[in-house]
């Protein structure tokens, strides 16, 4: 399975963007799909991911209410989007699929490249 991430960039605070994740390969109806990010110096932490059920999906705590994920399983793709962005919401985003269809089994995860946002104040 291949993931590739796009939609990074240079936002302002408050502003919106939108992340989607495009898988090749797999059955990617199967999987839960999720993102991480990290952030300069930080360690990489959870954001958000969504169950091979769409209706099943889970946030951190820092972006619960702002970040909405979704997936379009006949487009084989998933997306975050992400409102009132903030300053702290900087750093690389990683999108992984995690074949179980559970979140989150890290010994059989696939990750995309990170793509980067950044969000001036």
């Known amino acids: 399975v291949q993931l590739q991430a796009s939609g990074g960039g240079l936002v302002r605070a408050g502003d919106s963007l939108t992340f989607s994740c495009t898988a090749s390969g797999g059955t990617f109806s199967d999987y839960a799909v999720g993102w991480f990010r990290q952030a300069p110096g930080k360690e990489r932490e959870f954001v958000a991911a969504?169950?091979?059920?769409?209706?099943?999906?889970r946030y951190s705590d820092s972006v619960e209410g702002r970040f909405t994920v979704s997936r379009d399983n006949a487009k084989n793709t998933v997306y975050l989007q992400m409102n009132s962005l903030k300053p702290e919401d900087t750093g690389i985003y990683y999108c992984?699929?995690?074949?179980?269809?559970?979140?989150?089994?890290?010994?059989?995860?696939?990750w995309g490249q990170g793509t980067l946002v950044t969000v001036s104040s």
């Open positions: 969504i169950s091979w059920n769409p209706g099943m999906t």
């Open positions: 992984v699929a995690d074949p179980t269809g559970s979140w989150y089994v890290p010994e059989v995860c696939y």
